[in-house]
């Protein structure tokens, strides 16, 4: 099993709709938990992370971390077309004895259609 | 604010050049990392450094190298640039190594031709 698995779409939703994306991983990862998204031809922006289990709310977005399941989930409310990227989930992991890589799913492609 | 700032945004650059992609955080950053990222292979660690004055190799070092004079600067040198270094580089940052939310820069694009 990869240490942060993802689905990579295309996930597509109408607008307005509630998207869920959904990310599992492995024990050989920490208990850190970051989503971000990423725009075709842009870097990765920081959308929301989570360390504890249960739900974390931000506006339109929920992370959702179940540590029993080792899943971690982000669910977007009234989905817009804006939101249309690629979704990434990320868990700090170990190379080389150390704690120093973020490790990053290959991402599930969104597309809000109007 | 600007964050991390990455120099060049775009290069095309012939085989065998040496080329230096720089990087520099305003935001006191302890720590600071390089990667690639491919289609099909997603972000890929490439160095990292702890702290001013230390680095660390990641999972695909080779043909790289780094240094971190100050807390502020961190260059990514391809010493002979090949083909297969064609991707997109990003510079990272994070307060500390392992911890928290990681911040990137906009983005390298490079093409080796």
């Known amino acids: 099993q990869k240490e942060v698995e993802q689905n990579s779409g295309p996930l597509s939703v109408p607008e307005g709709a509630i998207a869920s994306l959904n990310c599992t991983y492995s024990?050989?990862?920490?208990?850190?938990f970051f989503w971000y998204r990423q725009y075709s031809g842009k870097s990765p922006e920081l959308i929301m992370s989570?360390?504890?289990?249960g739900d974390k709310e931000d506006g339109r977005f929920t992370a959702q971390l179940n540590k029993a399941s080792q899943y971690v989930s982000l669910l977007i409310r009234d989905s817009q077309p804006s939101d249309s990227a690629t979704y990434l989930c990320?868990?700090?992991?170990?190379?080389?004895?150390?704690?120093?890589?973020?490790?990053f799913g290959t991402g599930t492609l969104l597309a809000v259609q109007p | 604010i600007a964050g991390i700032t990455q120099a060049p945004t775009s290069q095309i650059l012939a085989a065998g050049r040496r080329m230096t992609l720089r990087c520099t955080q305003d935001?006191?950053?302890?720590?600071m990392y390089w990667y690639r990222q491919d289609l099909g292979l997603g972000l890929r660690l490439i160095h990292y450094?702890?702290?001013?004055?230390?680095?660390g190799k990641g999972e695909v070092p080779d043909g790289y190298s780094v240094s971190r004079a100050n807390t502020d600067d961190f260059p990514l040198t391809l010493a002979s640039a090949v083909p297969s270094q064609t991707s997109v580089y990003f510079c990272?940052?994070?307060?500390?190594?392992?911890?928290?939310?990681?911040?990137f820069g906009e983005g390298s694009r490079l093409t080796v031709l």
């Open positions: 990272a940052s994070s307060d500390g190594l392992g911890a928290g939310e990681l911040f």
């Open positions: 024990d050989r990862v920490s208990q850190s």
């Open positions: 989570i360390y504890s289990n």
């Open positions: 990320a868990a700090w992991g170990e190379y080389g004895g150390a704690t120093n890589k973020l490790i």
């Open positions: 935001m006191r950053h302890n720590a």
């Open positions: 450094s702890n702290t001013a004055g230390t680095t």
